[in-house]
């Protein structure tokens, strides 16, 4: 319930309308005219409010507030007209099941009020002086912004230039997930000015282990409005777009246009595959990242530099693809999405910046379990329905004429090329090699390059691993170095 009232607010008479049977707790607000305010004596103040306005967005931030903090009762009464020191200008209520989410829901309707809500104050002096101040722009023009970039915009490669560009971009953020969280959190730290999030989901107790944007008071509420909500309060003056609703093939463009950089954090190939393709169709730089377990991959996709992501999976299927790279629900290394969510956003500020070094031509691979990491040249191939641009490819040389061969090869395929053909199962660490089922079956850990270098020396050799990362990674860096006969196989 919200409330615009010319009339003195009676606290108590608030605080048993808000008194519930079901409710645990009541946690209770009290904004009070005092009389300061930036270093001027106040007297007393006038609020004006456009009122039609102001109670349907405070109607909108009570309905908004219940959703995001579920099993919550909410009542706010703001004051018009003139009011004298000390006097109630607006009272909060909350009445929930748990302490937590009361507290929490309590403030995020102290917050959106002060940000959304139209009103204005007229503070008086006691000189007769008197100024109209608009209430929404206080949390914009906090004085403690103005030294809020001040150790980033140091850096000779950021400056004052740097930081207003990154104040100008506008990035799009898909999947508020373990990926998500921390790539939002460091974008908004970094101070982009425009934060635009897509995710259908909500909140589950299951998520809190690594998507850290949340807690227990949001369990249940839609993800895209927790994260907004915690980002506001990491940095008031970041302009944050939720869309709240799954990335498909019909809003994908949509969704997109519009934007500087796009990153993926989704957790399936299906929405990985929709959105490369609209941001290669628009021409906009994607940053994917994907984890398993305690390893995950890093891409930076730009049109028309290094291979695509239909390069990467040559000639394999979102379908296909999905029982062996679907994060979603399976084991997850929580520092291992926050370690690659965090990548995402610095090669996000590296391009803003306009910063060498972006992994535009490579897949990364990062293992938190033992330490590695590698990093695997990403070609364009001239067959590649997206991105081939026959004229502008590099005249081929001997890796890249490999890399033309089908990369993948099916358990039929392999027995085709004959029966000296070797399986080299890539073990992570702490990994039970699985049984071959055939003599020339071996098992090598994948971080140990020189083994396996030892090994595949004469082929043909099939690569394998539990999920498909490493295996099509090493096969391409393998190919790269020469060796033509390499594959990767689809199951083992």
Partial sequence: ????????????????????????AAVIFEGRVRNHHLGQPVTHLEYEAFDALAQAEGEAIITETEQLYTGTQVHCVHRTGTLRIGEVAIWIG???????????????????????????KKEHHPDGAAEWVNCTTETATNPTLTAYHTRQASLPEVGAAGQAKLAAARVLVVGVGGLGCPAALYLTGAGIGHLTLVDGGHVELSNLHRQLLFTLAEVGAPKVLAAAARLRLQHPAIEIKMHQGDLTATNARALVAGHDVVLDCTDNFTSRFILHDACQALGLPLISAAVHRFEGTLDVFQHGTGGC??????????????????????????????????????????????L????????????????????????ARPDCPI????DQLPAPATAQNSELKNLWITAAQLTALGPTTKIVFLLEPG?????????????????????????VVTGPVALTCRHGLRSAALARLLRAEGLSDIYALKSL
């Fill in 431 to 455: 990994e039970m090699a699985p049984s071959g089922g055939r003599n020339n079956f071996q098992a090598i850990p994948a971080h140990d390059l020189a083994a396996l270098r030892e090994f």
């Fill in 1 to 24: 319930m919200f409330e615009l009232t010319a009339t003195p607010i009676d606290p108590a008479d608030r605080a048993r309308r808000l008194a519930s049977p079901e409710a645990g």
């Fill in 387 to 390: 991105c081939r641009r026959l």
């Fill in 309 to 354: 992501l239909h390069c990467l999976w040559a000639g394999r299927t979102a379908t296909e693809l999905e029982p062996q790279e679907n994060c979603a629900g399976g084991p997850v290394f929580g520092p291992a999405v926050g370690v690659l969510g965090v990548m995402q956003a610095a090669e996000t500020l590296k391009i803003l910046l306009g």
């Fill in 94 to 120: 909350v009445a929930s099941a748990h302490r937590a989410a009361g507290f929490a829901a309590c403030r995020h309707v102290i917050e959106e009020i002060k940000r959304r809500l139209p009103v204005w």
């Fill in 356 to 379: 060498a070094g972006t992994a535009a031509q490579q897949t990364r691979l990062v293992n938190l379990l033992d330490g590695s990491t590698l990093t695997i040249e990403r070609l």
